[in-house]
């Protein structure tokens, strides 16, 4: 029609698709001026290239449809002013949340570069300072099996993500040491994920700064009596005397690789540090 745009011309104009403007059509949005009677075709007028605009500029601004669409009603500079001071808010909300998530991303990362190389070689004993740790944690229900230790997890990452709590893409487990002691080296007894410290949630321990004895696991988690088999011999032989439980953290698990062989844990018991008398643990041995 003369001096009207038909659906396809302004799709291509605003570089959309039709079924965008169908769909603003739909919930009422953006309506065409006029509608063919007979074939149905859509028209909308110059003017309405603006109106157009104004949403798409909105929802560039990370305005949703339903946002817009209110504003739009009877928007004038005051109300426009106002909407777009709140939208800052949010947007800075939006810009401090992905800061940290890019900080915990960026630290997953330099964790898989650091310890790619261990699964490369043999994997040894090392003596490692621990370094202060906040640990989101859930006790983790009997019989400790893998199934009651995922729910206890998902518990963990379930309250993170509800209450925007400031958690690391990590996973970890504590076992007690009489379960070690006993060759029940899968029974953990809870679960936790390393978090910043904060007072949104009650549920977090400081698991301190201490000395420990530490190996990488390679391998899937149900041959990590190897592991301790070995950790256990070495603080044998070196007379270390371990006042903890043990800690494990995933380095290198199903979030980040989809093959149970590329698999690393860190493991590690508290031992006494030179001239201390005693070292108090995130939880006492079992």
């Known amino acids: ?9 302004l799709a291509s104009y605003q570089n959309i698709s039709k079924q965008t403007l169908i769909y603003y059509d739909k919930i009422g949005l953006f309506k065409p001026a006029y509608v063919d009677p007979d074939n149905k075709y859509r028209y909308y007028t110059v003017k309405q290239v603006d109106y157009l605009d104004t949403i798409l500029i909105m929802k560039e601004m990370g305005f949703t449809l339903n946002e817009i669409q209110e504003h739009m009603k009877n928007y004038t500079i005051d109300t426009s002013l106002i909407t777009m001071r709140k939208q800052l808010t949010v947007i800075d909300q939006q810009i401090t949340h992905l800061e940290l998530v890019r900080n915990r991303l960026t ?11 261990f699964h490369e070689q043999n994997q040894e004993v090392t003596i490692k300072e621990v370094r202060p740790k906040y640990l989101l944690w859930a006790d983790i229900e009997r019989p400790q099996t893998f199934r009651e230790i995922s729910i206890a997890t998902k518990k963990c990452f379930s309250q993170a993500l509800k209450d925007e709590l400031p958690i690391y893409f990590q996973t970890g487990v504590i076992v007690p ?13 809870v679960a936790f994920i390393p978090i910043e410290k904060t007072k ?4 977090i321990r400081l698991l301190p ?10 391998g899937d988690y149900l041959s990590v009596d190897r592991s301790y088999k070995k950790l256990l011999e070495y603080c044998k032989d070196q007379q270390l005397t371990i006042v903890s439980d043990s800690y494990e953290f995933c380095i290198n698990d199903y979030i980040t690789s989809g093959d149970e062989n590329e698999y690393i844990t860190e493991i590690f018991f508290y031992v006494p540090q030179r001239f201390a008398i005693t070292l108090i643990p995130f939880l006492q041995l079992g």
């Open 209 to 218: 700064k201490g000395k420990a004895a530490s190996i990488y696991h390679c």
């Open 107 to 117: 630290h997953r990362c330099r964790q898989l570069e650091h310890v790619k190389a």
């Open 1 to 9: 029609m003369k001096d009207m745009f038909s659906i396809g011309e």
């Open 200 to 203: 949104k949630a009650k549920n």
């Open 177 to 189: 040491y009489k379960h070690i002691l006993e060759e029940r080296y899968t029974e953990a007894s």
